[in-house]
């Protein structure tokens, strides 16, 4: 059985999708990258001032109790 992967790329040049599913292209709101059916639903951000994923918003910065994970971009729990 072979496996294959499809990488859909946007018009402005970066990776729609990375997970091997494949994901529509769409016109999302800014400052997402990537978004789910609601173009405010942001599945990546890009990057800039708000560059990192928090839920489905892109925020500057995360809130108390997150930290930032720099190679996801993403909002995550700090340990207790």
């Not at 499809?6 to 978004?35: F, H, K």
């Not at 789910?36 to 995360?62: H, I, M, N, R, T």
Request: charged share 15%.
């Amino acid at each position: 059985q072979e496996q294959f992967f499809v990488t859909t790329y946007g018009a402005n040049g970066y990776v729609m999708d990375e997970s091997g599913a494949l994901i529509l292209a769409r016109d999302c709101q800014y400052p997402c990258l990537t978004c789910g059916v609601d173009p405010a639903s942001c599945l990546s951000c890009l990057q800039g001032d708000f560059s990192y994923l928090y839920g489905s918003k892109c925020v500057e910065a995360c809130p108390n109790g997150f930290y930032e994970a720099g190679l996801s971009f993403s909002c995550e729990p700090c340990e207790e």
